[in-house]
């Protein structure tokens, strides 16, 4: 690892191990200070799930009981994913579950008793992009599902809209930025649970609806 650089460089680039798999990329992890998000978080919420997945589902960064627990997608949003998930026929032992951003973000609020999630930056989300492209390097899915706005800029570009995009599977561009298809890994952008569960009564049950849609795009894509 190399050193020298700050979190001000936001970049976490020198923090990713130069060999070693998942647990070491994780140990190593716990340590970043690729961007300012570390100062206030509780620790680094890394990825979890099947290391030989052949799908991979990218969220946006950790909530408040993730970063508690240290666990990806374990709140409320994770617990409807995971209904969506069965319901569209995908065993969630045989995926693995990240977050393009690994550290909490948010605001406290005035009594200091509820922490507020607050939407990483494109600057933050660039920081921790190496995290993610090691992840995809070591599972090697087949395909990946990014859920939400954030997920979605991270691996296809800052011109990605959800709503223009969704349920539509296209190659995952080569991580070094020149627009040429990354292998034969294709994405599937759809929309984050927490926007399912923060959406009106009136339009909660077609937004859910959506999602497993989705998702039964990617069962299909799998073969």
Not at 7 to 29: K, M
Request: glycine share 12%; with cysteine; aromatic share 4%.
């Amino acid at each position: 690892m190399s050193g020298g650089r700050g979190p001000e460089s936001y970049d976490a680039t020198p923090f990713p191990p130069e060999r070693g798999g998942l647990p070491a990329h994780r140990r190593a992890a716990e340590g970043c200070r690729g961007c300012p998000l570390y100062r206030e978080a509780t620790g680094t919420v890394f990825g979890r799930g099947a290391s030989d997945a052949r799908l991979m589902l990218v969220g946006e960064q950790p909530g408040d009981q993730e970063d508690r627990e240290g666990r990806a997608f374990v709140g409320p949003a994770g617990r409807l994913l995971t209904k969506a998930l069965r319901e569209a026929g995908i065993d969630e032992d045989e995926v693995y579950v990240t977050n393009a951003v690994k550290h909490f973000k948010f605001t406290a609020e005035k009594t200091g008793k509820r922490r507020v999630h607050k939407a990483p930056t494109l600057r933050e989300t660039r920081a921790c992009r190496p995290w993610l492209l090691a992840e995809l390097r070591l599972v090697r899915p087949e395909l990946v599902v990014t859920l939400g706005a954030t997920a979605g800029r991270s691996l296809l570009g800052p011109s990605f809209r959800v709503g223009e995009a969704r349920g539509v599977p296209v190659p995952l561009p080569d991580p070094e930025g020149d627009g040429e298809a990354e292998g034969d890994v294709r994405v599937v952008p759809t929309l984050h649970p927490s926007a399912v569960l923060r959406a009106r009564d009136q339009d909660r049950e077609e937004m859910y609806a959506g999602l497993v849609a989705d998702l039964r795009v990617a069962v299909e894509e799998l073969g």
